[in-house]
T-cell receptor
Framework: DAGVIQSPRHEVTEMGQEVTLRCKPISGHDYLFWYRQTMMRGLELLIYFNNNVPIDDSGMPEDRFSAKMPNASFSTLKIQPSEPRDSAVYFC???????????FGPGTRLTVT | AQSVAQPEDQVNVAEGNPLTVKCTYSVSGNPYLFWYVQYPNRGLQFLLKYITGDNLVKGSYGFEAEFNKSQTSFHLKKPSALVSDSALYFCAVRRAGANNLFFGTGTRLTVIP
């Protein structure tokens, strides 16, 4: 398996623009997680899905952030409008049904100028 | 509430010496504990976990960790450090019955040749 795939790997955008981050989990994994990593706040869980259904979105910072999982092999995290404070590395992770550990993608480094 | 503390931001150790990266946790009920490693510009990689059973858990790359319930600790250890072990290490905890992980702030390990 190719592991968790994220795209793009790097994204530079201007404040106010819409940003869409993409994730393909490992086939057969029922859980999908979105994290944000910054120097100031460390690794934060934003939202997670079970069988394509959002279970806990309490970590989503504000209404500018939204996440979807239209099918078992694809998820998006959207920021609209983007702000400089959204600059971070965004990780997607997936885990199997009887999960204990999570498998992380390589991350998307987002820079908002 | 769940939380994880990694009291040391930075640990330096000479190559060939034993290493310890500290982690303490706070969680209601039985904890599930994890260690992850992050290399530069990469996602987190799973190292080892404690769910139940033996308090000493062995994982990837020669690492091990000891679960100590009375001290609520889960320190990561390795008998002989390698330069290639230099990376950022994260401890994480999950409460039994919950699905989301809480990560510590990370400890940067530097192994000096």
């Amino acid at each position: 398996d190719a592991g968790v795939i994220q795209s793009p790997r790097h994204e530079v955008t201007e404040m106010g623009q819409e940003v869409t981050l993409r994730c393909k989990p490992i086939s057969g994994h029922d859980y999908l997680f979105w994290y944000r990593q910054t120097m100031m706040r460390g690794l934060e869980l934003l939202i997670y899905f079970n069988n394509n259904v959002p279970i806990d979105d309490s970590g989503m910072p504000e209404d500018r952030f939204s996440a979807k999982m239209p099918n078992a092999s694809f998820s998006t995290l959207k920021i609209q409008p983007s702000e400089p404070r959204d600059s971070a590395v965004y990780f997607c992770a997936s885990s199997p049904r009887d999960w204990y550990e999570q498998y992380f993608g390589p991350g998307t480094r987002l820079t908002v100028t | 509430a769940q939380s994880v503390a990694q009291p040391e931001d930075q640990v330096n150790v000479a190559e060939g010496n034993p290493l310890t990266v500290k982690c303490t946790y706070s969680v209601s009920g039985n904890p599930y504990l994890f260690w992850y490693v992050q290399y530069p510009n990469r996602g987190l990689q799973f190292l080892l976990k404690y769910i139940t059973g033996d308090n000493l858990v062995k994982g990837s790359y020669g690492f091990e960790a000891e679960f100590n319930k009375s001290q609520t600790s889960f320190h990561l250890k390795k008998p002989s450090a390698l330069v290639s072990d230099s990376a950022l290490y994260f401890c994480a905890v999950r409460r039994a019955g919950a699905n989301n992980l809480f990560f510590g702030t990370g400890t940067r390990l530097t192994v000096i040749p």
